[in-house]
């Protein structure tokens, strides 16, 4: 078999992995952006404008206790957005602020986008 007859579909193959990535990174950032970064902040350091409104306030999610946190328990992330800690501290929050959130029907591409871009964020952070 020629070389190049096995490198095309390798390349082809490869190619298609890093859009599909991408592309999954694309819809995590979207959503962080849109649902998450007005209180955690675009850099999720607790930076956001509603980041000390809350009462906790909004924890940092780039310290080095969250990284093993999230190491310890992979699926952190995407439980803290399904369980919302306090009951309703994240649409009360919103709410006390005049912040409008639109609902969102979440699907497990969701949470997996949206838990693959934030761990990026916070080991890239440190």
Request: charged share 20%; aromatic share 6%.
């Amino acid at each position: 078999m020629r070389l190049d007859r096995l490198l095309l579909p390798v390349s082809v193959a490869a190619l298609c992995m890093t859009s599909l990535h991408g592309a999954y990174a694309d819809n995590g950032e979207k959503l962080f952006m849109e649902r998450c970064a007005m209180c955690h902040g675009a850099d999720a350091k607790g930076s956001g404008p509603l980041a000390g409104k809350s009462n906790p306030p909004t924890p940092d999610l780039t310290t080095a206790a969250f990284r093993k946190r999230l190491a310890d328990y992979p699926g952190v992330i995407v439980s803290s957005v399904i369980l919302r800690p306090n009951g309703d501290l994240i649409p009360r929050t919103l709410k006390d602020n005049g912040y409008r959130l639109p609902p969102h029907a979440w699907t497990v591409k969701d949470f997996r986008d949206l838990n693959e871009y934030l761990s990026g964020v916070i080991h890239r952070s440190n």
